[in-house]
C-alpha cells in the first residue's frame, strides 16, 4: 500500500509538473489560430497526449506491481522492473512525457511546447545517463547491464525483450507482464 500511495503522489509531483503544470504556464492550455493546423493534426496531438498518459500510468503500476517500490528516488524498487512496456524501451516513463507534451504541442498548436519537449528531454537524458543508469548498475549488477546491453533507452524494439536470463528482476523468467 505504501508503494501504491508514493507512486500517486509522486506521478502528480513529478510527470504532472513536467507534462501538466510547465504546458499549462507556458500556454494557458489555450490553442493558437485554429487555422494553425487541419484537425487531423489536432486528432494526432489527442492521441499522442492519451497514448503519453496512459503509457505513463502503466509504467507507474509496474513500478509498484512487479518492482515492489515507486519510481520516487527515495523509495526504489525493490527488484528491476523490466515487464510490461519495459521491455520495448528502457524509458518508458520518460519517453511518454516527451510524447504527451508533443501531443500538447500539436493539439494546440504551440511551437513553444515543441521546444519545451526537445528541452525536457534532453534534460532527462543527461539525468539518465549521468545519474539514473550508474545507480541502478550498482543496485542491480549483471541483471542491468544485460538489461542495458538487451533493450535501448529512448528508441522502442519492435519485439518484447524476453527476460529469461536474468537472476531477480521482476519480469522473472516466464513473466512478460
Do not use: C
Not at 494553425?36 to 486528432?43: E, F, Q, T
Not at 523509495?75 to 528502457?90: I, S, T
Amino acid at each position: 500500500m505504501r508503494a501504491v500511495v508514493g507512486s500517486v503522489v509522486f506521478f502528480v509531483v513529478a510527470p504532472g509538473t513536467v507534462v501538466g503544470l510547465v504546458p499549462w504556464l507556458l500556454t494557458g492550455w489555450t490553442g493558437e489560430d485554429p487555422a494553425w493546423a487541419p484537425v487531423s493534426v489536432k486528432v494526432v496531438g489527442w492521441v499522442l497526449f492519451a497514448l503519453g498518459v496512459a503509457v505513463l500510468v502503466h509504467a507507474f503500476v509496474k513500478f509498484v506491481v512487479d518492482g515492489l517500490g515507486t519510481p520516487f528516488p527515495a523509495d526504489p524498487p525493490r527488484h528491476l522492473v523490466v515487464g510490461g512496456l519495459y521491455r520495448y524501451v528502457r524509458n518508458p516513463m520518460y519517453v511518454a512525457i516527451a510524447v504527451a507534451v508533443v501531443g500538447q504541442a500539436l493539439l494546440l498548436g504551440r511551437a513553444n511546447l515543441l521546444v519545451y519537449a526537445v528541452v525536457a528531454w534532453a534534460v532527462t537524458a543527461a539525468f539518465v545517463r549521468w545519474r539514473e543508469e550508474p545507480v541502478l548498475a550498482r543496485r542491480f549488477g549483471a541483471d542491468y547491464d544485460l538489461y542495458r546491453r538487451s533493450v535501448r533507452a529512448w528508441w522502442p524494439r519492435l519485439r518484447p525483450w524476453v527476460t529469461g536470463a536474468l537472476s531477480g528482476a521482476a519480469g522473472r523468467p516466464g513473466e512478460f507482464g
